[in-house]
C-alpha cells in the first residue's frame, strides 16, 4: 500500500529519490497497473512521473519519438502514427484505461498478456532511460531493471507491420496477441505474446523466411504455452501459427500495394 507519493519536477530528482530509497520505491506513471489486481503494488513509497514533461510525440529525420508518460488514448488519436501500433491500442477496450495509461507503464508492466509490445517488438522499439543510455525494447524485456524510462523511439515506424489480438471476447482474456513487420534487408519481424510466458521475438522462425501453412507449422513448434481457461495447448499453438502466417501475408500484400 502506498503510504509516501513524491512528485518530482526533473529526471534528476526523480533518479535521486530513487537511489535514495532503492527497493522501497516504485515509478508511479498513470496508475492503471499500480493501483489495480492482479498487477497491486505492495511497495509504500511512489515516485511520479507526472511532472517530467515526457508527455510528447515528435518526429526526428523519419524516426517517431515517443515520450514515456504519453498516454494512449492521445497517442492513438494522434496523426500519422503507425496503424499497426494504433490497432494495437484499440485492443484496450476500455477508453478509460486508455486516457490513463501511458506507454511507458505499459512497457514497464511486462504483463504476460500486453497487446502493445508485440507490436513494439516487431517494429524494433528502443527505449531510452533517465541516465541517458538507449537499449532495444527486446534487451530491455530479456533481462528487465528497474530503471526510469524517458522514451520511446521507432526509427522505421511505417515499415509494413500487422497486428493482432485473439480473445474470447473484446474485454475477455487474450489468447494471443501476434505482430508481424518486414524489414527491407533482413525478413520478417514476428513476435507474440500471451502464449510464450513474456513478449518475445521468434528469431529461430524468421530466420527461415517461410510462409503459408510451412509457416504455421513453424510457429506451432516453436511456442510451448499451457493449458488453462483461455484454451489448450494444442489450440494455442495452432490459433498462433494461423494469426501469424495471415499477418505476414497481409504485410507482403501491403508492401507489394505500397511499390
Not at 36 to 42: E, F, K, M, N, Q
Not at 52 to 59: A, G, P, T, V
Not at 121 to 129: E, K, S
Request: glycine share 8%; with cysteine; hydrophobic share 40%.
Amino acid at each position: 500500500m502506498i503510504e509516501q507519493f513524491f512528485r518530482p519536477d526533473s529526471v534528476d530528482q526523480a533518479l535521486e529519490l530513487k537511489r535514495r530509497y532503492r527497493d522501497d520505491a516504485v515509478w508511479f506513471a498513470g496508475g492503471s497497473k499500480l493501483n489495480a489486481t492482479p498487477s497491486r503494488t505492495g511497495k509504500q513509497i511512489a515516485i511520479s512521473l507526472q511532472d517530467l514533461e515526457l508527455d510528447w510525440i515528435d518526429w526526428d529525420n523519419g524516426a517517431l519519438r515517443i515520450g514515456a508518460m504519453t498516454r494512449l488514448q492521445p497517442l492513438h488519436d494522434a496523426r500519422y502514427l503507425p496503424a499497426a501500433l494504433r490497432d494495437a491500442i484499440g485492443f484496450i477496450y476500455s477508453r478509460h484505461l486508455r486516457n490513463q495509461s501511458t506507454l511507458g507503464g505499459e512497457i514497464a508492466a511486462q504483463q504476460e498478456e500486453s497487446v502493445l509490445l508485440p507490436v513494439l517488438l516487431a517494429l524494433d522499439a528502443q527505449l531510452v532511460f533517465g541516465d541517458g543510455e538507449t537499449l532495444s525494447l527486446e534487451s530491455y524485456l530479456a533481462d528487465p531493471c528497474d530503471r526510469l524510462l524517458t522514451e520511446i523511439i521507432i526509427k522505421d515506424p511505417f515499415r509494413s507491420c500487422a497486428t493482432r489480438k485473439v480473445s474470447r471476447s473484446q474485454a475477455g482474456l487474450t489468447v494471443v496477441t501476434a505482430a508481424v513487420a518486414l524489414t527491407e534487408h533482413s525478413g520478417p519481424c514476428i513476435a507474440v505474446d500471451g502464449v510464450t510466458g513474456k513478449a518475445q521475438r521468434l528469431r529461430d522462425v524468421e530466420i527461415r523466411r517461410l510462409e503459408g501453412a510451412e509457416l504455421e507449422k513453424a510457429i506451432a513448434g516453436a511456442i510451448f504455452p499451457q493449458d488453462d481457461i483461455r484454451g489448450s495447448a494444442a489450440y494455442k499453438r495452432y490459433i498462433t501459427g494461423v494469426v501469424v502466417a495471415d499477418l505476414y501475408a497481409d504485410c507482403l500484400m501491403s508492401g507489394e500495394e505500397v511499390v
